[in-house]
Nanobody
Framework: QLQLVESGGRLVQVGGSLRLSCAASGGTFSNYIMGWFRQAPGKEREFVASISWHGGNFHYADSVKGRFTISRDNAKNTAYLQMNSLFPADTALYFC????????????????????WGQGTQVSVSS
């Protein structure tokens, strides 16, 4: 299983932007579908976005579509989440996750679909 470390979270004002990074180690990064999830206090962990092993296919939650962009650089073993037009409702602990799967399918939206997780990075959006 991959080891994952997220970074880039911080406090930002409404309408601002952030880019989160997820550095992977301990395996062949291109063998994995990558996903981003988030969890706000008192709420369940929810799907944000996923990307295929080659980076050509994407899937987004409706709540972030058009504002967030998932990407990956297999040469750097890193996945990214570019977040624009942030709202207070985007405040959460953001996790990256990996699913060992070299198919083109990217519609894996449940936490149980992923076998590796990072520790999370906090994103807070102030109004």
């Amino acid at each position: 299983q991959l080891q994952l470390v997220e970074s880039g979270g911080r406090l930002v004002q409404v309408g601002g932007s952030l880019r989160l990074s997820c550095a992977a180690s301990g395996g062949t990064f291109s063998n994995y579908i990558m996903g981003w999830f988030r969890q706000a206090p008192g709420k369940e962990r929810e799907f944000v976005a996923s990307i295929s092993w080659h980076g050509g296919n994407f899937h987004y939650a409706d709540s972030v579509k058009g504002r967030f962009t998932i990407s990956r650089d297999n040469a750097k073993n890193t996945a990214y989440l570019q977040m624009n037009s942030l709202f207070p409702a985007d405040t959460a602990l953001y996790f990256c996750a990996a699913r060992r799967d070299s198919r083109n399918s990217i519609f894996w939206t449940e936490p149980r679909n992923y076998g590796s997780w990072g520790q999370g990075t906090q994103v807070s959006v102030s109004s």
